[in-house]
């Protein structure tokens, strides 16, 4: 018997037992848990941190017991003194549940006595084997060297396709809610499903989510709602397109949510959470949609969010950046004013950055075709060595302007810039407004052509 049918007959079972346990109104939880200085309570996410829901009674040193309704759709919680220190729980219509563990260590803490969290247990591994074998498949085709090797790799991975639509379908039947966390997990191979999409980007862009209906409310309980958003949001960013096809994409993905539900809440966070982190102009767009419609049950992260839009409008395209000084290899001191006037773009890199020195061949060659035009280039290094800075400025042939302060991390302009992965840049125009950011490779060719060729 594979793992599948083992949870769902678990399931079964399970479920058949409970029926006629069910007069009790309450479920306890019951908490063994050592080392604590804090009280222990139980948390709900709100998709950016945890809101106290209960506090649990103290029944004697390292026992706490908390007692709440029982449902017939599960849902999960949080439990831990707070913080990163808490643990995931799914609370249904069971009698007692049973968790043991430590304070400072919640993360790991066992939680017994629970079909419902036995069971969610194993199907988390069996999505993670989906996964991981989807993984392996993807990289053999990647490898394979002849059209029959070819042909059996993708034999295979409609199998495992078939495999996670029956998991899907067989849960919907048995236990509606697990069978929501596997939606999120259920995407099928590009090449076996492709139908009409000229790309794999665009068929990842809109089937991703395909048998996840956000109408259902069973997702307003499931937390990691905003983990799979934001992992989608990631991919979006991270395959080059553009920021106008993100952001359209995305507000069809939120159009899917009722308004106004905690679901559509949660996948706003993970949307915003991936913007932010990689200074992304649409964060505006969807922070201020998340105001709009949650500042009233919300309102400390409204504020949060709405801070930090007005700080990120500068560094958005549009925006104007604030200047800077910062001290040449020379040493004489060169700020970002004293190239306006030119389209300059701000590199922050270092030596020890792969990425970074992989992309550069491909900055010199645009550097030498329009610098005469009025193209400038600021690196701005995150490198301590001034030894190995001057060294990489030399083996890649950098001819442009460079400053550091040889502080890495703490680099003055890149902590004003709040830059915080590498490579990062900015493309500014002659007034000194920001025109583009990240445009690496193709994306950085086309919109130098776009604003230079055919000039005089």
Request: glycine share 6%; net charge neutral.
């Amino acid at each position: 018997m594979n793992m599948i049918s083992k949870v769902l007959g678990s399931l079964l079972g399970s479920f058949l037992l409970l029926a006629g346990s069910l007069d009790a109104q309450s479920i306890k939880v019951k908490g063994l848990i050592s080392d604590c200085t804090q009280t222990i309570k139980l948390f709900e996410y709100n998709g950016f941190s945890f809101r106290e829901s209960e506090v649990a009674q103290k029944l004697n040193e390292g026992i706490y017991e908390l007692s709440l309704p029982k449902t017939d759709m599960p849902k999960v919680f949080f439990i831990g003194p707070g913080g990163r220190d808490v643990k995931p729980i799914i609370l249904g219509n069971e009698n007692m549940v049973t968790i043991t563990g430590k304070c400072g260590k919640m993360r790991v803490a066992q939680i017994s006595n629970s079909k419902l969290n036995e069971q969610f247990d194993n199907l988390k591994k069996e999505i993670g084997t989906l996964r991981s074998n989807t993984i392996e498949l993807t990289k053999k085709l990647r490898m394979a060297k002849d059209e029959e090797a070819r042909q059996d790799i993708l034999t295979s991975m409609s199998q495992l396709d078939e495999k996670k639509l029956n998991m899907l379908d067989s849960l919907k039947q048995v236990n509606p809610f697990f069978a929501k966390t596997v939606a999120l997990n259920t995407y099928l191979s590009y090449l076996n499903n492709k139908g009409d999409y000229r790309s794999e980007i665009l068929y990842f862009a809109q089937e991703y989510f395909k048998y996840a209906d956000f109408k259902e409310s069973a997702y307003n309980n499931l937390p990691w709602l905003t983990d799979a958003v934001r992992t989608y949001t990631q991919t979006l960013v991270n395959v080059g397109l553009d920021e106008n096809s993100q952001k359209r994409f995305l507000d069809e993905l939120v159009k899917r949510f009722p308004q106004g539900s905690k679901a559509k809440q949660l996948a706003l966070a993970g949307i915003i959470q991936s913007f932010e982190r990689n200074k992304n102009s649409n964060y505006i767009h969807f922070g201020e949609m998340f105001i709009e419609e949650y500042n009233e049950e919300e309102p400390e992260v409204a504020a949060q969010i709405r801070s930090s839009i007005e700080k990120e409008r500068s560094f958005m395209v549009g925006g104007t950046p604030p200047d800077f000084t910062q001290a040449a290899p020379d040493g004489s001191a060169i700020s970002l004013s004293d190239l306006r006037g030119k389209v300059v773009l701000i590199d922050f890199w270092a030596s020890w950055c792969g990425p970074c020195r992989r992309e550069n061949p491909n900055v010199v060659r645009l550097y030498q075709k329009y610098k005469d035009k009025g193209f400038e280039i600021i690196g701005v290094s995150l490198d301590r060595s001034r030894e190995r800075w001057l060294q990489a400025i030399d083996q890649d042939g950098l001819d442009w302007v460079h400053v550091s302060d040889l502080k890495h991390w703490q680099n003055e302009v890149a902590k004003l810039y709040n830059v915080s992965s590498i490579p990062q840049t900015f493309l500014v125009d002659t007034e000194g407004r920001i025109i583009g950011k990240n445009l690496r490779g193709q994306r950085l060719a086309n919109k130098l052509s776009e604003i230079f060729d055919g000039t005089e």
